[in-house]
């Protein structure tokens, strides 16, 4: 897809997953103010998103928002108290989540990092378990920082609404050259997310879509069948 071609149905994007709000907050998507915490599972701190984001992987967020409800039950919903704890007895707390002893090393370290200073992209995914996509979750979400998670769903969904596929690294960089906002980012990952969990599988469920118009396969105009990841 040509950038100015893939530019504007960004914009067709969002002006869709905006009116579709309702929908989105379905799937724990919670459209707000460009800097709010709730965007992210309606959470209520930077630190709660620094945490969710990392218990996620390989876990429901069912069992994630559990986990941070138990974990602010007990006082310990906050970097600067997991940055004090050892990681056996964060892993008590967090044993319900899949590779719960992992996962406590890793928020450990993640702690410890950010308590002492903002972030960068880099440092994150210095630590263990700290893929691109986490990384960039925490900045954008939690820290209010201009960049674009990159999923397993940008890579479907574009290429269904091309008709070709095109990488995901070529997306986020021509994305990121332009002046999008914080909003105007936050909305394009969390609506892209939510049309992958909720229709755009390997059958997508095209009936449904909230933007099955806007895409070649769901207007028929190509066949899901012939475009290969």
């Known amino acids: 897809m040509q950038s100015k071609e893939l ?3 960004i914009v067709l994007l969002n002006k869709e997953f905006d009116r579709s709000r309702d929908f989105l907050a379905k799937y724990r998507w919670f459209v707000s103010p460009e800097d709010s915490p709730k965007w992210w599972g309606g959470l209520d701190s930077r630190d709660e998103i620094v945490i969710s984001a990392i218990l996620v992987q390989q876990t429901r967020w069912e069992q994630v928002e559990k986990t941070i409800s138990e974990m602010k039950r007990s006082g310990v919903n906050d970097l600067r108290k997991i940055a004090s704890l050892s990681e056996k007895d ?17 928020l450990i370290e993640a ?15 210095s630590i263990k378990g700290i893929g691109e996509e986490t990384a960039d979750s925490i900045l954008l979400f939690g820290f209010n920082v201009r960049t674009l998670p990159i999923n397993y769903f940008f890579r479907i969904i574009f290429s269904r609404i091309s008709g070709k596929v095109d990488s995901p690294k070529y997306i986020r960089d021509i994305v990121l050259k332009q002046d999008f906002s914080l909003f ?5 990952y969390a609506g892209l997310s939510t049309v992958g969990k909720a229709n ?4 997508p469920v095209c009936n449904t879509c ?17 475009i290969h990841f």
């Open 184 to 188: 105007e980012l936050k909305l394009l």
């Open 90 to 106: 964060l892993d008590s707390i967090i044993a319900k989540i899949n590779f719960h002893r992992s996962k406590a090393k890793t």
């Open 111 to 125: 702690a410890r990092l950010l308590i002492k200073s903002n972030p960068s992209r880099e440092a994150l995914l």
């Open 7 to 9: 530019l504007h149905r």
């Open 200 to 203: 755009c599988k390997r059958v």
């Open 210 to 226: 909230i933007i099955k118009n806007l895409c070649n396969v769901g207007t028929g105009k190509a066949d899901y069948t012939t």
